[in-house]
């Protein structure tokens, strides 16, 4: 229903920054709530951050509080996920995935289950 492409992923040191793009075309209608998960080599797909369509709420994991921050430009049908101060450990495959619902509790936001429709991934890595 709805098709996600991310982008602004490459390589950057440890201090670094990079901006990723999330463009959804199709029924954009249905990207009420968007969020961004990762997956390192060997690990599980982890929650990233989150944001509602107004962009009033959002929602970030711990580990990248303060250094992440997530935006979106609906006239664009873009999300955006500005990454500073990147680590190392931020070395992953980046996804965008998007629902037509909303949600009143963080829990759900955070949840994989939680959205229908995902890009193929942009791929980060933080060299130290």
């Known amino acids: 229903q709805v098709q996600l492409v991310e982008s602004g992923g490459g390589f950057v040191q440890a201090g670094g920054s990079l901006r990723l793009s999330c463009a959804a075309s199709g029924r954009t209608f249905s990207t009420y709530t968007m969020g961004w998960f990762r997956q390192a080599p060997g690990k599980a797909r982890e929650f990233v951050a989150a944001i509602r369509w107004s962009g009033s709420s959002t929602y970030y994991t711990d580990s990248v509080k303060g250094r992440f921050t997530i935006s979106r430009d609906n006239a664009k049908n873009t999300m955006y996920l500005q990454m500073n101060s990147l680590k190392p450990e931020d070395t992953a495959v980046y996804y965008c995935?998007?629902?037509?619902?909303?949600?009143?509790?963080?829990?759900?936001?955070?949840?994989?289950?939680?959205?229908?429709?995902w890009g193929q991934g942009t791929q980060v890595t933080v060299s130290p």
């Open positions: 995935a998007a629902t037509d619902r909303d949600y009143s509790s963080g829990f759900f936001y955070r949840a994989s289950t939680t959205y229908n429709d």
